[in-house]
């Protein structure tokens, strides 16, 4: 009897102090005069308890989160020595407090949030997880999930990957997908309501006869959703005369042990006119495991021209000009990632420019990304402007950069807490002049 009024005692005690903590709480949640200083930080600690615990644990299980290794504070920080451009980043990040991934439009000048897209990524993946019922590494989740590439159109629709393929209007409905598709990395329009998209061939009959992970590059029309074109790289390179020895070299890198990722396909990029070198309708392709170039002819299924370094895992190809070409040099060597200090060839990243009519490559902006020490494992992308300035982004370490070989113009990074980063997934850049045609703004 004496242990039941013990026990009757305490539980009294506790429940009135969590009566007096929620009532608190509440008054506090609504502003209240009567707690404030210390004892109002240490109420909001004890209601905040749960959900940061239930947070604690969902950062050591998400999987685009990256230790902060700078000194910089959350957002953008600025050369104020230099005017900074009055132009907007288009970005993919881990939000915190909506515990997924989301899309922001953000001026660069003044470091404003204009526009969000909170996508229902829950829905997507339950789609996406019913055409890989069997393959449970592929399962996906908000944690997970990252919002590759995202494309914004004028009218604010957003195509991107994640899920699958998928289009949103701008109050983030869903408009159509295509979660049957194992699309990856980049995105990239050819013209209107035309796109060129990284997937994986759904079809198992070369992967399973050779162990493979084959990537194929396809076209889509976004309007109609129809597959326009849709071509798998082993064939590709079948067609055009490769055997199986040059194919099936063995790497490394990605290995899942059922298939081999002999090629990585990470950038389709589209040719838009005519020159010399190419013609419009063509396409440059990325395969990081070959570290190889193709400028690849859709029409006619050849390969017009090819090259294997001196970049080393290569991203993103961009067309500068009638005969050069820039992209991103990875200038990885050390395939497994076992010892960070000897997987950079040169200490850092780099960007490679190649000239057509020279036939010679030169690494351009090298003071910027050694100053800056940009070396991001994998992934990662830059562009160059018509201005000389450069955008990159250092993917795996959670850090946009701009500026030239004079030096950096701005830095921007999302802060999780004091110890992570978000990773980026992929962000454009937008110019002024870019900006000025998205009438969902005006309509806001």
Known sequence: MKKLVKYLFYFWICFFAAISLMGITRHVYLDGHTVNGRSKGIVTFLASLPSNLYHFKDLNECQFLVKNEFDLKNGFTYNKKINIPNDYLLISVWDKNENQSIVKLLSIKTGKILYKWKINVNDLNQNYNRYFTNDKKNYQNNL???????????????LFIGGGLNKVDKNSKTLWGFPNFKAHHSIEKYQENEFWVCTQNNNLSLANKYHIKDDCITKINIKTGKIIYNKSIFEILIQNGYNLGEILINTDLENNHKYIDYFHLNDIQPVLFDSKYWKKGDVFISLRNKNMILLFRPSTNKIIWKKIGPWLKQHDITILDSCKIGLFNNDIIDGKFDNPNKTFLNQTNNHCIYDFEKNNTISSYSKIFKSAKIKTIIEGHSLTLKN??????????????????????????EKIDNEHLSMFS???????????????????
């Open 426 to 444: 992929w962000s454009r850049y937008i110019t002024e002049e870019e900006f000025s045609k998205f009438t969902f703004l005006k309509n806001k």
């Open 388 to 413: 000389g300035n450069i955008f990159i982004e250092e993917t795996t370490k959670g850090r946009l950069l701009f500026g030239n070989e004079k030096g950096l113009i701005w830095t921007y990074i």
């Open 144 to 158: 997970s999930t990252r919002i590759f590439h995202p494309y914004l159109f004028n009218n604010g629709d957003l």
